[in-house]
């Protein structure tokens, strides 16, 4: 059975920093190109950050760069999201994605994590 939960959210202050992690099972991930996800209230869902299968390439949206970082471990079938220097604009509900790196149908999604970061 295939399963992506994300777990690590919470409640932070602006400044703060916070660690998501996306555990994967039914399947392996470094097979995968991941990525996390975000969608704030009354926005649409906005692709944050993604590492490709072969690890060698990672992508953030500009909103993020310098201050989050994604990462995974193939070993653990696990990716993470280091996030620092939290804003007030970065509240949202986190996602973890797992699209097959040759088949694009082949596409997991987790349940949400909330990020809610205080001014």
């Known amino acids: 059975q295939v399963q992506v939960v994300e777990s690590g959210g919470g409640l932070v202050q602006a400044g703060g920093s916070l660690t998501l992690s996306c555990a994967a099972s039914?399947?392996?991930?470094?097979?995968?190109?991941m990525s996390w996800y975000r969608r704030a209230p009354g926005k649409e869902r906005e692709l944050v950050a993604t590492t490709t299968s072969t690890a060698d390439s990672t992508n953030y949206a500009d909103s993020v760069k310098g201050r989050f970082t994604i990462s995974r471990d193939n070993t653990k079938n696990m990716v993470y999201l280091q996030m620092n220097s939290l804003k007030p604009e970065d509240t949202a509900v986190y996602y973890c994605n797992a699209r097959h790196w040759r088949t694009a149908a082949i596409d997991y999604w987790g349940q949400g994590t909330q990020v809610t970061v205080s001014s």
């Open positions: 039914g399947f392996t991930v470094r097979w995968f190109d």
